[in-house]
């Protein structure tokens, strides 16, 4: 398995920037665009997906990135709901709604599982792994006996 190094790497981020072109491309070609409220609500939910991922995997702690999942998992289901609304107002057509509320799905359904992957990974993340220390001449004639802290 290949080594995650940066969030570009990872799918579930790469399917939500296909996500957000999808909408941004909806506000421009249906009159989706001209709903400003509506438009607002579905940029800012479709960019926080994208958004919490990097976020949680810059984070460098496996509960934490968990977390930042967890809200982008809850926004995939908000764009979904907010997709509705535009496809009932008629701003956009079924076809439309159909393509970008499998994306979304498929989405959710790539996060969910990447938590409960994380889940049950014994990594806790880097900031967690202790930093090599180096030993100084004073520390090794005075040194400190160990503390048992529970």
Not at 117 to 137: E, I
């Amino acid at each position: 398995m290949a080594r995650i190094e940066k969030f570009e790497d990872l799918k579930v981020w790469q399917l939500s920037g296909e996500i957000c072109r999808d909408i941004w491309h909806l506000f421009e070609t249906t009159p989706l665009g001209k709903d400003f409220e509506l438009r607002n609500k579905m940029n800012r939910s479709s960019g926080s997906i994208m958004d919490n991922i990097s976020e949680g995997f810059e984070r460098n702690g496996t509960r934490e990135f968990i977390q930042f999942l967890s809200i982008s998992k809850g926004s995939c289901g908000e764009l979904r709901s907010q997709l509705y609304r535009a496809l009932d107002r008629k701003h956009i057509n079924q076809e439309q709604f159909d393509m970008i509320v499998v994306k979304t799905d498929s989405e959710s359904k790539l996060i969910g599982s990447f938590m409960s992957y994380l889940n049950s990974a014994n990594y806790k993340g880097s900031k967690f792994t202790k930093p090599a220390t180096t030993s100084n001449h004073a520390d090794a004639q005075n040194p400190k006996p160990a503390t048992h802290n529970p």
